[in-house]
């Protein structure tokens, strides 16, 4: 075998791996929509169910609660962000802790109300120490998420943060190359901008962001006819 032969093998066994943990078995691609648990659920109470029993979207941090998703069902603008922290695991909520408050200020500055639009994260379970979410963690949540936002069917989403971006967009890039414009996903529109934490910690930062969602309120009111 050729050294690239081995790694396209490795890399193969890797997602076969990553198949049953989430599926306990492997199944043929034909036969997902009538025995993959992800498709039979066709409501978010379902989904949330599945999630709620789910080992597999759990990380290394013992005893945390599943963090759903939050906000309206039919809601045409989903924002995605990385990981629950302290506040989120505590409450069960995206985005409850300082972060949560200045998304909500953001939300506010484009005339959306928190309500309005659905909340989720890639993962939904806290890593300890707040680490960044690892690549198996990532790819294990992903069928999740993807399912959920099926049944929201959003026609537009905000990934916050790089990290949710390279997630969603199977794109390994910086944040500044991937912000700023709308990426073709599954059918949708999605922008990217700067995750509020990092908002946080570098102001200098919050121009470039309200630029980001100044465009994305033109386009959920192009989209939606909202204005
Ligand atoms: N940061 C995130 O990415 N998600 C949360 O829910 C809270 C903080």
């Keep these: 075998m050729t050294d690239k032969e081995k790694q396209l093998f490795e890399e193969i066994l890797a997602y076969l791996k990553i198949e049953r943990d989430v599926y306990g078995d492997f199944y043929p691609a034909s036969d997902r929509s009538t025995t993959d648990p992800l498709k039979q659920c066709s409501t978010l109470e379902e989904l949330k169910a599945l999630c709620e029993n789910s080992d597999v979207l759990k990380t290394d941090l013992e005893g945390t609660?599943?963090?759903?998703g939050v906000g309206?069902?039919?809601?045409?603008?989903?924002?995605?962000g990385e990981a629950p922290g302290y506040h989120e695991d505590q409450q069960g909520e995206p985005f409850v802790g300082r972060a949560g408050q200045l998304l909500n200020k953001i939300l506010a500055a484009i005339h959306f109300k928190r309500e309005e639009v659905y909340i989720a994260n890639i993962l939904k379970h806290r890593p300890p120490k707040n680490r960044d979410p690892k690549p198996?963690?990532?790819?294990?949540?992903?069928?999740?998420?993807?399912?959920?936002?099926?049944?929201?069917?959003?026609?537009?989403?905000?990934?916050?943060?790089?990290?949710s971006a390279t997630t969603l967009l199977s794109r390994d890039d910086?944040?500044?190359?991937?912000?700023?414009?709308?990426h073709p996903y599954l059918g949708r529109l999605?922008?990217?901008?700067?995750?509020?934490?990092?908002?946080?910690?570098?102001?200098?930062w919050k121009r470039p962001a309200w630029e980001d969602v100044q465009l994305l309120r033109e386009k959920y009111d192009e989209l939606t006819g909202d204005h």
């Design 65 to 68: 609660n599943l963090v759903f």
């Design 72 to 80: 309206n069902p039919n809601a045409d603008l989903m924002l995605i």
């Design 136 to 163: 198996e963690e990532r790819e294990r949540s992903l069928p999740f998420l993807e399912r959920q936002i099926e049944l929201i069917n959003p026609k537009l989403l905000l990934c916050l943060g790089r990290i």
């Design 174 to 182: 910086s944040l500044k190359n991937m912000r700023g414009q709308f």
């Design 190 to 204: 999605l922008m990217v901008t700067y995750h509020p934490a990092a908002l946080l910690r570098n102001p200098q």
